[in-house]
């Protein structure tokens, strides 16, 4: 039966959302407080990742955490505040931190991130869709032993679940990135992983969805959401009031400000991550994490991409030319010869990535609505995640059995 369906959120969760309610005949509208020219998912570093199996809550990362926060150059940092919403969060995510929690939510997020991968490529090879995907894996690279023996203890665990990864040496990686001048002492190679140009996709998708009869609201803002018993009955934006059967909140890190107004309490905090494009030849074939620096690098459609750090702080789109200037100077470090220019730097953008406390996404129904479906909270894994997403939400208002158990990802979960 074919439904009216309002999205809040136009980023990669919304479009993906969109894509696969509309292949189903749902009537989509989304609505953005932006453009849809800006935010994480423009920004971000492009990766569809099977080998990320551990979650940003892991074991020891508090102490890093309390060790970097007086580094202003350090890959991840939180700001401490006395606001309750913060404190609840910070202190679930402590909770969250336990090898045992790690250990039940490396499947999940594998399969999830498989799930995704194959979605996009049917996607591309579908026709619908003309976008740069490119299935080249993803080398962890290291200057020092200890993360290369870190990191070889979570390619070892990926291998236990059925996934391609190679130990290689840093004669090895040269035959793999001839040209790209590496200074390292090796990489883990995870063969599972793919890339992407995300700004290329989004407009593309968006083009695409508005001409199947998405009706795409841009620059509107939800101010208040009208419910009657446990149904919500439509939303007032700052220009209009829209009805519809069904409500999928997918709008980021704001999704907790907008949940308030529903009576939700949503744990999730903004992480904020940097990007610098770099147009200038660089020689780079193959994405890659320079692991001690924290730092993405993806080559993308027509440019390279360096991304990183992992800022939790209320939401704003502040640049910090500092942490810019970590990423480009980790960069020169890596990579022999390799220089970013100021204007480059200058050019930095940011996008906020929603941050749940065990870095699982909420993607699901909650007990007090029946019309409401969760699609946020992937943090770093948002763009990978997308079309997995969308397909479960899709799956979840069409009342047809989930690609997944949705278990893990309930809203409603403890910590």
Same mark, same amino acid.
């Given at each position: 039966m074919s439904k009216k369906v309002v999205i809040i959120g136009g980023g990669i969760m919304g479009v993906c959302s969109a894509y696969f309610l509309n292949k189903e005949g749902h009537e989509v509208t989304i609505i953005d407080k932006s453009n849809f020219s800006s935010g994480a998912s423009f920004v971000n570093a492009g990766y569809i990742t099977p080998s990320h199996i551990i979650s940003l809550a892991a074991p020891g990362i508090i102490t890093k955490g309390l060790k970097w926060m007086f580094n202003p150059s350090s890959p991840f940092y939180v700001k401490p505040r006395l606001n309750k919403d913060f404190l609840q969060w910070a202190w679930a995510f402590k909770r969250s931190a336990t090898k045992q929690k790690v250990a039940q939510s490396i499947p999940v997020i594998k399969d999830i991130n498989i799930l995704s991968r194959e979605l996009y490529i049917a996607m591309k090879s579908s026709g619908d869709l003309d976008f740069h995907f490119e299935h080249k894996g993803l080398l962890m690279a290291y200057k020092h032993d200890k993360a290369g023996e870190q990191e070889w203890e979570v390619g070892k665990k990926a291998i236990q679940l059925g996934l391609k990864v190679e130990n290689l040496t840093a004669k090895e990686v040269k035959i793999l990135e001839p040209k790209a001048n590496l200074n390292i002492k090796g990489a883990v190679y995870f063969h599972s992983d793919a890339h992407m140009t995300p700004g290329g996709f989004m407009k593309n998708m968006l083009a695409y969805l508005k001409r199947q009869g998405v009706t795409i609201l841009a620059e509107e803002e939800v101010k208040d959401i009208i419910i009657s018993n446990n149904s919500i009955k439509k939303v007032i934006t700052n220009k209009q009031e829209i009805t519809a059967d069904e409500f999928v909140m997918a709008a980021g890190s704001w999704s907790p400000l907008i949940s308030k107004k529903l009576g939700i309490k949503m744990l999730l905090q903004p992480g904020k991550g940097y990007r610098i494009n770099v147009a200038q030849e660089? &020689?780079? !074939?193959? $994405?890659?994490? +320079? +692991?001690?620096?924290?730092?993405?690098? !993806? $080559?993308?459609?027509? @440019? !390279?991409? @360096? %991304?990183?750090?992992?800022?939790?702080? #209320? =939401?704003? /789109? #502040?640049? &910090?030319?500092?942490?810019? &200037?970590? =990423?480009?100077? %980790?960069?020169?470090?890596?990579? /022999?010869? +390799?220089? =970013? %220019? !100021?204007?480059?730097?200058e050019a930095a953008e940011c996008g906020l990535r929603p941050v749940t406390p065990d870095g699982l996404p909420y993607i699901g129904r909650t007990s007090q609505f029946n019309n409401l479906t969760f699609a946020t909270g992937h943090a770093m894994m948002g763009w990978s995640l997308g079309p997995a997403t969308g397909k479960l939400v899709s799956e979840i208002i069409s009342d047809q059995k989930s690609s997944l158990d949705l278990t893990p990802f309930q809203v409603e979960r403890t910590f």
């Open positions: 660089t &020689n780079i !074939t193959i $994405p890659t994490v +320079l +692991l001690e620096a924290k730092v993405a690098v !993806t $080559p993308m459609n027509g @440019f !390279t991409r @360096f %991304s990183g750090t992992m800022e939790i702080d #209320k =939401i704003n /789109h #502040k640049i &910090n030319p500092i942490r810019v &200037n970590a =990423i480009a100077n %980790s960069a020169s470090e890596y990579y /022999h010869g +390799l220089q =970013i %220019s !100021t204007e480059d730097k």
